[in-house]
């Protein structure tokens, strides 16, 4: 496992490499019209099965209108406990609150083969919070035993609810992981928050080191592949195409299933950049990546954290940079707490 090495460019900007390769196992598909790849990529790994809950639907069942009801059943939570982690769609009518992110048409289009590279290396998260219930969200593979997501998928800022462990799923389809499930108890949120939870600290990361076992025993990411990430100045990042991707937690898609749409970068800010790319609930953390066709490489050069208008995703700045290298390179151990402080696993 060679160490990645960033590189400075003359107009200020800062890249972390990304690794993915189709296989990372050696050899090549040749492309047929008709053929899946996704059986023979994903040949030998620990598929596995994973539940769908009531009313969320599948590709051959449609979600049913209003799902909430069934959902807090399958959750087994309180109404209370579940309207804090659910989407708006699923919670119904809240004084104050505004549809979250979709802009005119919802062109957002699903991903038809996730076991394939960049949609892999995208994860599907289930967190599990310290009162048993439960939320969703997405994050994306930064480094070889690291997932990076938005640090409100760790600790909710309007409840205190911290995450007990986090079920992370690469390319997860509806109710396939193609990959397996990854189980951690081990991740870290920006210092400062939530106390700055309008700031930049809204990005966390969690550590699949405990993974790194038979086949993936050099990382789940050197085996999958990881993206990049940038610092781009203000110049670079105006009208820049970006792409994003996540698994929206709502009543009109099958749950758990991949989600694509891109864009300009519509507003720069000092700690975030602002977009037109649809998104709803569950996709925080995913990757806002500008895509270099010509060095095949897929840089992440924002983490998506909110659904206003526009979207607003984490910038990655310089010192987001220096911290999401710290976290590629030694990913968390134990729950580093809200505040800083780690806390035992079964704290």
Known sequence: MTPRIPVEQPDGSVVMPSFMRMTNGGGSLESVPGFVHQRAIADRFDKVRLPVPPGLGTESHPPVPHPAAALRAWLGTSPAALGSILPLLLQGPQPGAGLETVHGVDDRVKVPDTALIPWRCICHLQIIFENGSQGYGTGWLA?????????H???DPRTGLRAAEVRVTPGRDGGIGPYGQFVSEDFATAPGWPDDAAGACDIGAVSLQAHATGM??????????????????????????????????????????QWFNGGRIRGVERDHVTYMIDTEGGQS???VFFYDADADQRL????????????RGVRITRAVFDMLRGWSENPPKGRLGARGRSRSRKG
């Open 143 to 151: 480094g070889p035993h690291t997932v990076v997501t938005a640090a």
């Open 153 to 155: 998928c760790l600790c």
């Open 216 to 257: 993936f025993g050099d990382g789940v990411g050197e085996r999958l592949g990881y993206f990049g990430f940038a610092h781009f100045p203000d110049a670079r990042l105006d009208m820049l195409l970006v792409n994003n991707s996540g698994y929206p937690f709502e009543a009109a898609k099958p749950f758990a299933t």
């Open 285 to 287: 953390g995913s990757p």
């Open 300 to 311: 992440v050069i924002a983490v998506h954290c909110v659904g206003y208008y526009p979207n």
